[in-house]
């Protein structure tokens, strides 16, 4: 197990280096410094600002090469500050980015996590009903209901949500966020049913096939035969023995939870940090951008090991080495 | 389920109101902003959303007159707008003069000049900071080349910096302290508190335009020293000191802006002064009295009106314009989507002006325009006469009038030449020869330029061009599309290249390209803020400059020479004409369009006049929230029965499934 774990550590440190080479090399590929000058700027800069302002922000050394000093090029310097955790300030504004971070994980945790929470028992619930119910007119109903709504884009539940239970039913706010308590909940209740009803559909047809074919194996016919109960077959014999799948299908969710929902957040005016990825890339930020890639790579990586880990738990017969 | 069941119906009762309900009886404006503020720093700040924001919280020396047009300086801070006065070897002066007993709100920051102090007077050093962090390059202003004319400005930013890079440890002292050890500007006089002369080398009379923007707003000190980063402090470009209408109340920028109104404003403690920047004005237009700007409850009433102005961002124009349409937004521009529901010929639809709307309509002060890079060899200036007489006839093949009515619903004057209306030099009578919809002279006119039927002789094939731009959207594409189409109709095959911003960026570094479209919008309102996009020293390839289309002609450069620092006089207006009368047949610009902007208000809003400069208007708006609260009760009452039709529905469709089994199991 601890060799395993080591193993895998490296290869997660591997990755991560080479996401971090990787996004600088495309990055500065399309972009020059003066490009992200002239976005924080503005396009009426003259080019004296734009000098200063890369000297500034050390946009103005060497790239990859200095032969004076090989420590004083922006690739050097970009890995020291992702490693050291010394994520510094935004191209676009100078906030600090570990400020930002802080803000809009919790505005973002607010949304993932109602959804996240919510989503499973009634992806899970849906889907034992409707295995349980199999070959009925329920199940049929079901499925092209669920192939019907994972073929949606999640921008038309968006618009759809926003214009039929805002403008026309007016229940809740069509868009916004306020983290106030008192008010929060108004401005959650429809991104969270939009993306709950979106994400659906295709929880619905993957696990049902999970359940249907769990179902079928004698161990169920046996628990029938002991005298079990129906609630109690399909609660204590099937979901357990189905847990591996939806281990693999939840947990890599999780660090997803922390980094945003980049549509909903952008659509919903909800400023996490989903949005605040959409504005970086709009905004030629490049400093911000490689955060959210770096936090988005270490907690990918992390939710990977976890899932390995919660197999050995959700079946005895795994073992990691 | 049961507790769902609860939070649902909780959710429910208090309907799609975003705002607490606490609000309603608040003079708050309600507005919406579609970027979050990049700076608030004032001398550095440059977007029209960072402007809504600060320049109600820092104020200017000037300030424009809110009613009357052309526009026209009024003091602000200070007692009356200087008049230049002329020094032995050419320099220029100009005298302000402070008004006394003007504070800052309150601040924590005041308590590092004095200690348990949290606010202090504004004195004329503070103008001179504010001016001295323009020419500061930790700063990083965009104005320094306009301010460098200030007499030992720029040398004072290079002894800042010379300093702070050779003495170790000058860069960690108090930024007042910095400033002193840098040593005086010679420009900057401070002869009493209250008195600030500042020096030209040279003539420049738009000096004062500049005096009414953030960029030369005081600054206090303490505030850039106190808010430094560090111990949980935001930076000062996050924060605004300032002694303005209104404070900062709140600053969540990527969602929500609050701006409170100071009780302690100047304005608001000497209502007695009448100071014109206090005051709403009693005057204006002619017509200014039939748009309700001139009303009694308005008309020379201190300001501001509002109690409150709530900032929320909305990114997206469809969700903006649809909370303005239940009444949670005072005013919203009008997006594409909805134009025909709510203009019909420039007018109002009836449905809007049922619910008590207006429309409000502005000639921004800016151009749209397509430009030649004129040391391209096809188009360009080595073409010598083959080059003008094709741009020539491609000016006369763009119909702009059909595309204002077909891509912006007719927002938009056609322009004659790069002056906008409400700018000096602008002349509404006259006709540009070469901009209308003319096919046959530019037909013939392509011919004589060598390029019969839009056949390349080198090539025997259609002269291609490369229209180079880098709005990669659907809806630009369209729209370049049809002014294709419109050259097309001459034989040229002009082909779109539209690439990333930043490829974009590196073509016209590298000066390879041929045509683009572009704008511009004036920073004040001066004729010299327009013709310097073809001075030849800004030239875009060469200097980096926003002469983008790279023009370059001494005859050109030696009238607009003559007329930059010129007041408006006939000779200036001459100057101005011969300007005209050259780009006219030079051609590199093909002038498109001036911006018109449409905006819609609810009738509870008022004093709303467009100003098109980024200028402080809110204090000059008004509200009535009884009107709005009715209406917003009246316009959002919710609709439940769908949902109990729906619950209904589930139910129905689950029971014979559940009834069969239950009968199964009893079998």
Same mark, same amino acid.
């Given at each position: 197990m601890t060799a395993w774990l080591a193993r895998r550590l490296l290869w997660g440190a591997a990755t991560v280096l080479g996401v971090l080479g990787f996004l600088f090399v495309l990055f500065f590929a399309t972009a020059d410094p003066e490009d992200i000058a002239k976005r924080a700027l503005g396009e009426k800069a003259p080019p004296e600002a734009v000098a200063q302002w890369i000297a500034n922000h050390g946009y103005d050394r060497p790239r990859v090469w200095n032969p004076a000093d090989p420590t004083d090029t922006m690739l050097f310097e970009h890995y020291r500050r992702m490693l050291a955790f010394d994520f510094g300030r935004s191209d676009a504004d100078d906030v600090p980015i570990a400020q930002r971070l802080r803000a809009g994980v919790g505005v973002s945790l607010s949304l993932t996590v109602p959804l996240f929470l919510l989503g499973i028992p009634l992806a899970l619930g849906a889907s034992l009903l409707v295995a349980f119910f199999r070959e009925t007119y329920i199940d049929r109903a079901g499925v092209v209901l669920a192939v019907v709504a994972m073929s949606v884009s999640i921008l038309i539940y968006i618009l759809a949500g926003q214009y039929v239970v805002g403008v026309l039913l007016r229940w809740f706010p069509i868009s916004g966020f306020d983290i106030d308590p008192a008010v929060v909940a108004r401005f959650l209740a429809l991104p969270v049913g939009v993306g709950l009803l979106h994400g659906l559909g295709s929880d619905v047809r993957f696990y049902r096939t999970v359940f249907v074919e769990e179902t079928s194996r004698d161990y169920v016919r046996t628990a029938f035969a002991k005298g079990a109960g129906d609630g109690r077959v399909m609660a204590r014999h099937v979901l357990p023995n189905a847990m591996l799948p939806i281990l693999t299908h939840e947990v890599v969710r999780i660090p997803g939870l922390f980094t945003g929902a980049l549509l909903l957040e952008s659509f919903f005016g909800i400023p996490g940090l989903g949005s605040m990825t959409v504005d970086a890339i709009n905004a030629n930020d490049f400093a911000t951008l490689r955060v959210m890639v770096y936090v988005g790579a270490l907690l990918f990586i992390a939710a990977q090991i976890a899932t390995d880990v919660a197999y050995t738990v959700a079946d005895p017969r795994v073992r990691l080495g | 389920m049961r507790l769902a069941a609860a939070l649902a119906l909780l959710a429910l009762a208090c309907g799609n109101n975003p705002y607490p309900g606490a609000d309603d009886a608040l003079r708050v404006l309600y507005t919406p902003y579609s970027e979050p503020p990049k700076t608030l720093d004032p001398q550095v700040a440059y977007a029209t959303v960072d402007h809504d924001v600060l320049s109600n919280v820092y104020e200017t020396l000037l300030e424009y007159h809110y009613l009357h047009r052309p526009y026209e300086l009024i003091p602000a801070l200070v007692t009356a707008v200087p008049e230049p006065r002329r020094l032995d070897g050419g320099g220029v002066a100009y005298a302000f003069e402070l008004r006394p007993g003007i504070a800052y709100g309150a *601040? !924590?920051?005041?308590a590092l000049g004095t200690p348990g102090a949290t606010s202090r007077e504004l004195v004329a050093s503070d103008v001179a900071f504010g001016l001295q962090r323009i020419a500061d390059p930790a700063v990083g202003s965009p104005v320094l080349v306009t301010f460098a004319k200030i007499r030992g400005l720029a040398a004072f930013g290079e002894r800042l910096a010379q300093r702070r890079a050779e003495q170790p440890g000058f860069a960690a002292l108090r930024i007042d302290e910095q400033y002193r050890r840098a040593g005086p500007v010679e420009?900057? $006089?401070?002869? *009493? !508190?209250h008195r600030l002369e500042i020096v030209l080398d040279a003539p420049y009379p738009q000096i004062l335009y500049w005096f009414a923007m953030p960029f030369t707003s005081p600054v206090p000190w303490e505030a850039v020293a106190w808010y430094d980063g560090a111990a949980g402090r935001p930076l000062f470009p996050e924060v605004a000191v300032g002694t303005g209408p209104f404070r900062l109340a709140r600053y969540d920028k990527r969602s929500r802006i609050v701006l409170d109104r100071n009780p302690d404003w100047w304005g608001v403690r000497h209502p007695e002064w009448k100071a014109p920047a206090a005051t709403y004005p009693s005057d204006g237009e002619p017509d200014d009295a039939a748009r309700g700007v001139l009303d009694p409850h308005l008309a020379g009433h201190p300001l501001p009106f509002l109690d409150r102005i709530e900032m929320r961002l909305e990114k997206e124009t469809i969700p903006a314009f649809a909370k303005f349409m239940q009444g949670y937004y005072d005013r919203s521009a009008i997006p594409k989507e909805s134009f025909d529901r709510t203009v019909s010929e420039g007018r109002l639809s009836p449905e809007m002006e049922a619910r008590g709307m207006r429309l409000e309509r502005a000639v921004r002060p800016g151009v749209y325009y397509l430009g030649f890079n004129m040391i391209d060899p096809v188009v360009g200036a080595p073409a010598g006469e083959r080059g003008r007489k094709l741009r020539q006839a491609m000016s006369l093949a763009v119909d702009v009038p059909e595309f204002l009515r077909v891509f912006l619903n007719r927002r938009g004057i056609p322009a004659q030449s790069p002056i906008p209306p409400g700018i000096f030099g602008h002349d509404p009578e006259y006709r540009n020869p070469y901009r209308s919809l003319d096919l046959e002279r530019a037909r013939a006119l392509l011919a004589e330029a060598g390029y019969q039927g839009g056949f390349d002789p080198a090539t025997g094939r259609p002269l291609r061009i490369s229209f180079d731009t880098p709005d990669t959207t659907v809806q630009s594409r369209l729209r370049f599309q049809f002014l294709i189409d419109g050259w097309k109709r001459l034989g040229l095959d002009v082909e779109l290249a539209a690439t990333s911003y930043n490829q974009f960026r590196d073509k016209v570094r590298n000066g390879a390209y041929q045509l683009f479209f572009w704008g511009w919008v004036a920073d004040y309102p001066d004729p010299e803020n327009f013709l310097f996009l073809l001075w030849s020293e800004m030239a875009q390839t060469k200097s980096g400059g926003p002469n983008t289309a790279n023009f370059s002609d001494p005859r050109f450069d030696a009238l607009f020479h003559e007329l930059k *620092? $010129?007041?408006? *006089?006939a000779r200036r207006a001459a100057l101005i004409r011969e300007a005209l009368a050259l780009l006219e047949s030079e051609r590199p610009w093909i002038e498109l369009f001036h911006p018109e902007d449409y905006a819609l208000v609810h009738g509870w809003l008022d004093g709303l006049k467009p100003m098109g400069l980024p200028v402080p208007v809110w204090k000059y708006y008004a509200v009535e929230p009884e009107a709005r609260a009715e209406a917003r009760a009246a316009w959002n009452r919710p609709v439940r029965w769908p949902a109990y039709a729906l619950a209904g529905l589930a139910a129905a469709g689950l029971a014979p499934a559940l009834a069969t089994w239950r009968r199964e199991r009893r079998a």
């Open positions: - | *601040d !924590p920051c005041f420009g900057l $006089r401070v002869s *009493d !508190p *620092d $010129r007041e408006n *006089d």
